[in-house]
C-alpha cells in the first residue's frame, strides 16, 4: 500500500471515488465492521495488551452484578419458563460468563434460558464460544439483534451503542450540513461538507438547540436501532444499556480514535483503530418510549452498581479470596465505581427499558446516600 496506507483506506478511496464524499456514519461502519477489513473483524481489541479496557474486564463483580440483576428481572416478568438472554456486542464473553455463574444460585432462572448472542465479529464469536462453553446453557450466535426470535426477552449491553455508526452535521450560515469525509487536497482522507444543507434539519433538533451558532456540532444515530429495542421489550422484557455518553441530548463532537490506549486521528489508518461515539440517552430513550417501552434513569454507572450492592458483593469476594487479592479486589470496585477521570463511575451511564407491566427496574431508584458520598 502506498504510505502505509491500511487496506481499508484503499477500499474507502476507491468507494468515494466511486460514489462521491462519503458522510461519515458510512465511514465508521466501514472501520468498524466491513467484513474484511473491519476493526472488529480482524481483532481481539480488548485487554491491557489491546486498544481499551472494559468494565467486565476489570472486575468479575460487574458481570455477577449484571447477573443477578437479570434474575430479578426474570422474577418480576412473572419468571417465564423460557426467556431469551440477548447480550449485544459480548466482545470476549467476560461480562456474560460472569453473569451465568451468578445466576446459577437462582433457583429455575437457569434452566429458563436460552443464550443470544449478537455479534458482527466472527473473530469475537469464536473467543466467547471458546468462553462460554462450559456454562451449560443453550447458546446461539447472531450477526443482528433482528434474528432473535420474538418472545420474553432480557437484553443487556456494555459499550455496544458507541459502537453503532454516528452521522454529523454542522451548521452553516445556509443550514446544517452532513460532515462527509472525501480524499482531501494533500491526497489525505479529510474531513468535509455535503455541498447542500439537510433539508428541516432544525425542525427534527430539541428546541434548547436550534439557535445553535455557525460551526456547531450535532451527532446521531438512526432510530433503527431504539425502535427494534423498543418493540422487543415492550412486547415482553426488559433491556439494560451501559455505554458512556450524554443524560441530554447536546451539541458536540464526541467522535474518538483510540488505538494501544492512546487517541489516534480517526481519519488515519482506517479499520486499525477502535472508533466510537458518545451515546445520546435521551434520544435513545425516547425512541424505545414512542413504542411503548418504559425507560429508568439514565443513572451514572456508579449509583446503578452500588444500589446493586457492589460494595457488599465485594467484602464477599475479599473475605474468600487469598489475602494478596484483597488489593485487586478494591483496586477493580474503585475504578468502576470513581468519578474522577481515573474512573468510571460519572462517564459511563445506565438506561433501563422495559414493559411497562413489569414495574421498576432494579438499580434504578433514587440516588441513595451512599452513592452520593
Ligand atoms: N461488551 C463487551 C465488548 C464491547 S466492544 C465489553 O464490554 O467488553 C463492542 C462489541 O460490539 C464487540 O464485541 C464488537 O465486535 C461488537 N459490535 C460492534 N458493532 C456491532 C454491530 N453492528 N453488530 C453486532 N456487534 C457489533
Same mark, same amino acid.
Given at each position: 500500500?502506498?504510505?502505509?496506507?491500511?487496506?481499508?483506506?484503499?477500499?474507502?478511496?476507491?468507494?468515494?471515488?466511486?460514489?462521491?464524499?462519503?458522510?461519515?456514519?458510512?465511514?465508521?461502519?466501514?472501520?468498524?465492521?466491513?467484513?474484511?477489513?473491519?476493526?472488529?473483524?480482524?481483532?481481539?481489541?480488548?485487554?491491557?495488551?489491546?486498544?481499551?479496557?472494559?468494565?467486565?474486564?476489570?472486575?468479575?463483580?460487574?458481570?455477577?452484578?449484571?447477573?443477578?440483576?437479570?434474575?430479578?428481572?426474570?422474577?418480576?416478568?412473572?419468571?417465564?419458563?423460557?426467556?431469551?438472554?440477548?447480550?449485544?456486542?459480548?466482545?470476549?464473553?467476560?461480562?456474560?460468563?460472569?453473569?451465568?455463574?451468578?445466576?446459577?444460585?437462582?433457583?429455575?432462572?437457569?434452566?429458563?434460558?436460552?443464550?443470544?448472542?449478537?455479534?458482527?465479529?466472527?473473530?469475537?464469536?469464536?473467543?466467547?464460544?471458546?468462553?462460554?462453553?462450559?456454562?451449560?446453557?443453550?447458546?446461539?450466535?447472531?450477526?443482528?439483534?433482528?434474528?432473535?426470535?420474538?418472545?420474553?426477552?432480557?437484553?443487556?449491553?456494555?459499550?455496544?451503542?458507541?459502537?453503532?455508526?454516528?452521522?454529523?452535521?454542522?451548521?452553516?450560515?445556509?443550514?446544517?450540513?452532513?460532515?462527509?469525509?472525501?480524499?482531501?487536497?494533500?491526497?489525505?482522507?479529510?474531513?468535509?461538507?455535503?455541498?447542500?444543507?439537510?433539508?428541516?434539519?432544525?425542525?427534527?433538533?430539541?428546541?434548547?438547540?436550534?439557535?445553535?451558532?455557525?460551526?456547531?456540532?450535532?451527532?446521531?444515530?438512526?432510530?433503527?436501532?431504539?425502535?427494534?429495542?423498543? !418493540?422487543?421489550?415492550?412486547?415482553?422484557?426488559?433491556?439494560?444499556?451501559?455505554?458512556?455518553?450524554?443524560?441530554?441530548?447536546?451539541?458536540?463532537?464526541?467522535?474518538?480514535?483510540?488505538?494501544? %490506549?492512546?487517541?489516534?486521528?480517526?481519519?488515519?489508518?482506517?479499520?486499525?483503530?477502535?472508533?466510537?461515539? %458518545?451515546?445520546?440517552?435521551?434520544?435513545?430513550?425516547?425512541?424505545?418510549?414512542?413504542?411503548?417501552?418504559?425507560?429508568?434513569?439514565?443513572?451514572?454507572?456508579?449509583?446503578?452498581?452500588?444500589?446493586?450492592?457492589?460494595?457488599? !458483593?465485594?467484602?464477599?469476594?475479599?473475605?474468600?479470596?487469598?489475602?494478596?487479592?484483597?488489593?485487586?479486589?478494591?483496586?477493580?470496585?474503585?475504578?468502576?465505581?470513581?468519578?474522577?477521570?481515573?474512573?468510571?463511575?460519572?462517564?459511563?451511564?445506565?438506561?433501563?427499558?422495559?414493559?411497562?407491566?413489569?414495574?421498576?427496574?432494579?438499580?434504578?431508584?433514587?440516588?441513595?446516600?451512599?452513592?452520593?458520598?
Amino acid at each position: 500500500m502506498p504510505d502505509g496506507r491500511s487496506p481499508l483506506e484503499a477500499e474507502i478511496r476507491r468507494l468515494i471515488a466511486a460514489a462521491g464524499p462519503m458522510p461519515f456514519a458510512d465511514y465508521m461502519r466501514l472501520c468498524l465492521t466491513h467484513p474484511q477489513y473491519g476493526y472488529y473483524v480482524t481483532r481481539d481489541p480488548f485487554g491491557t495488551r489491546g486498544d481499551f479496557v472494559t468494565s467486565p474486564e476489570i472486575s468479575q463483580m460487574f458481570g455477577e452484578l449484571i447477573g443477578l440483576w437479570m434474575a430479578a428481572v426474570w422474577k418480576q416478568m412473572g419468571a417465564p419458563e423460557n426467556v431469551r438472554v440477548v447480550e449485544l456486542g459480548p466482545g470476549r464473553g467476560t461480562m456474560m460468563s460472569d453473569a451465568l455463574r451468578a445466576a446459577r444460585t437462582v433457583k429455575g432462572f437457569y434452566d429458563a434460558i436460552v443464550v443470544h448472542l449478537v455479534e458482527i465479529s466472527p473473530t469475537l464469536q469464536q473467543a466467547q464460544q471458546k468462553r462460554l462453553q462450559e456454562s451449560g446453557v443453550p447458546m446461539l450466535w447472531h450477526a443482528s439483534f433482528d434474528e432473535v426470535p420474538a418472545g420474553p426477552v432480557i437484553v443487556v449491553a456494555n459499550e455496544f451503542v458507541d459502537a453503532l455508526p454516528v452521522h454529523q452535521a454542522i451548521k452553516a450560515a445556509d443550514g446544517w450540513h452532513e460532515r462527509v469525509v472525501v480524499v482531501g487536497p494533500g491526497d489525505t482522507l479529510s474531513y468535509g461538507l455535503a455541498r447542500d444543507a439537510l433539508p428541516f434539519f432544525d425542525g427534527t433538533l430539541p428546541r434548547a438547540l436550534r439557535q445553535a451558532s455557525d460551526g456547531s456540532i450535532f451527532e446521531w444515530r438512526t432510530d433503527r436501532f431504539a425502535l427494534a429495542l423498543g !418493540r422487543r421489550v415492550r412486547a415482553d422484557g426488559a433491556a439494560l444499556i451501559i455505554d458512556y455518553g450524554h443524560t441530554r441530548c447536546a451539541l458536540g463532537d464526541t467522535v474518538q480514535a483510540v488505538s494501544g %490506549h492512546s487517541f489516534a486521528d480517526p481519519l488515519r489508518k482506517p479499520g486499525e483503530a477502535d472508533l466510537t461515539a %458518545h451515546v445520546d440517552f435521551e434520544t435513545l430513550a425516547l425512541g424505545a418510549e414512542c413504542i411503548g417501552a418504559r425507560s429508568y434513569g439514565p443513572v451514572t454507572q456508579r449509583e446503578f452498581l452500588l444500589q446493586l450492592g457492589i460494595r457488599e !458483593r465485594g467484602a464477599v469476594l475479599k473475605s474468600k479470596a487469598p489475602r494478596d487479592k484483597a488489593g485487586e479486589i478494591d483496586g477493580g470496585l474503585s475504578r468502576l465505581i470513581r468519578t474522577d477521570n481515573r474512573g468510571m463511575g460519572e462517564l459511563f451511564k445506565v438506561l433501563g427499558l422495559a414493559d411497562p407491566k413489569i414495574g421498576p427496574l432494579p438499580g434504578f431508584a433514587a440516588p441513595s446516600q451512599a452513592a452520593k458520598q
